[in-house]
């Protein structure tokens, strides 16, 4: 630390003032623990606003609220990402909750001089904490294939993190490589915007009938209690499927395969694998004379800012209903949870 700055003390830091770190927040403001969030973004909610702009969240309102306050409007309405931004910004707005935003995170560690607790170096910022979690989310590291590199310099290439809207493409056809729910929602969208649109990648199945129907919602409680009770990763199945959904997306949700068809997408479950001369090749072996790629391939974790020993061989934190193990087993007080990885919904863990 620099000697004029003032080291700032906590008994908890969060990390990341997103769903989960403002869920985190609530219940420990309810606690009386002083805690601050520190937030990357300089507005809350902004990792929801700069989605696409036509996007529609995929979990109705019902299910979209934070603890404290439900979700605004009709319960089965699905509100679009500005409106989640909102949501969020006024939750931690109503709750009075110490989000400090614009404070980019780059280094946590345990204390060097012997005592326990972590410190948190943010810029020059060094902030001292007893406590600290992680809530930095799943959705920071976005992954494109090595062979985008040797793609002809005149496509335009984008991730779906950086894509917003069709007016980013140029003239032309588009592919569209990873065939889960938001490469079908983009590929969708570019078709209906007149490009002759390739969707490339295995379809993971899909909801077996349309999200907002009347039988959707029907069936939407069931999905919900399904994915709380049974596909986590406290089950055989849940603990089965995960690495799958981390790696490779999930089933088709609004937008299906009867819709894509419908638009003129043409789909193809051969994947992309390469490239020659300059143009994207799938794997039945036809290489794409396209204007523009947008890459739906997911994001990878990247833990390598927390100097501790807690990340896995695939990158993701060891942990059990959050809590990672590795962090504390080396402190004096090895029955104190002091380092905390939390989901959306403020578990440890699911
Ligand atoms: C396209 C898309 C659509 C989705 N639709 C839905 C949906 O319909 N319904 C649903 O339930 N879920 C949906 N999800 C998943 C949902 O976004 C996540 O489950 C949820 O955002 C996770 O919340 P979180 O708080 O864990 O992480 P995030 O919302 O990612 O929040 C993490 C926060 O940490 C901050 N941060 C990251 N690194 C640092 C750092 N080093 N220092 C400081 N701050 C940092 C980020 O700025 C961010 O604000 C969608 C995801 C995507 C990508």
Redesign the pocket.
């Known amino acids: 630390m620099s000697g004029e700055q003032a080291t700032e003390r906590y008994d908890v830091v969060i ?7 403002l869920a985190a927040g609530y219940h420990l403001a309810k606690r009386g623990v002083e805690f601050t969030i ?4 300089e507005r809350i909610g902004d ?1 929801w606003r700069s ?1 696409w702009e036509s ?1 529609r ?3 109705p309102a019902a299910v ?1 609220g934070l603890p404290g306050t439900r979700f605004p409007g009709k319960r089965m309405a699905y509100p679009s990402g500005r409106d989640m931004g909102d949501y969020l910004e006024s939750y931690a707005r109503e709750w009075k909750l110490p989000v400090r935003t614009g ?3 780059d280094r946590l560690r345990r204390r060097d001089d012997g005592r326990d607790g972590f410190v948190i170096e943010a810029g020059d910022q060094r902030i001292e904490a007893d406590q600290v979690i992680v ?3 799943a ?2 590291n976005p992954h494109v294939p090595d062979f985008a590199r040797q793609l002809d310099p005149g496509i335009r290439q984008l991730h779906s993190s950086a894509y917003r809207s069709p007016s980013q493409l140029q003239d032309g056809p588009v592919l569209v490589v990873g065939a889960s729910h ?1 490469g079908a929602d983009i590929a969708f969208e570019a078709a209906a915007a007149s490009h002759r649109t390739y969707l490339a990648g295995h379809i993971l199945g899909q909801l077996p009938v349309p999200l907002e129907s009347r039988r959707g919602k029907v069936l939407m409680p069931v999905m919900y209690f399904l994915a709380k009770h049974l596909l986590t990763l406290g089950t055989p199945i849940g603990r089965k499927i995960a690495p799958h959904i981390r790696m490779g997306g999930g089933p088709l949700l609004r937008i299906r395969r009867e819709d894509l068809d419908r638009a003129g997408v043409e789909v193809s479950e051969a994947r992309a694998t390469g490239a020659t001369d300059g143009k994207p090749v799938l794997g039945d072996g036809r290489a794409l004379d396209v204007a523009n790629v947008v890459w739906c391939t997911g994001f990878r974790p990247d833990f390598s ?1 927390i100097e501790l020993p807690i990340v896995d061989a695939d990158g993701w934190p060891v942990q059990s209903r959050g809590v990672v193990a590795g962090a504390w087993s080396l402190l004096p007080r090895p029955a104190v949870p002091v380092l905390v990885h939390v ?2 919904r403020g578990r440890g863990g699911s």
């Open positions: 990390i990341g003032g997103g769903q989960a770190g520190l937030e990357d973004h990792n989605r996007l969240l995929y979990s979209d404070i980019h995170v809530a930095t989310g959705f920071q938001s800012w989901d959306a």
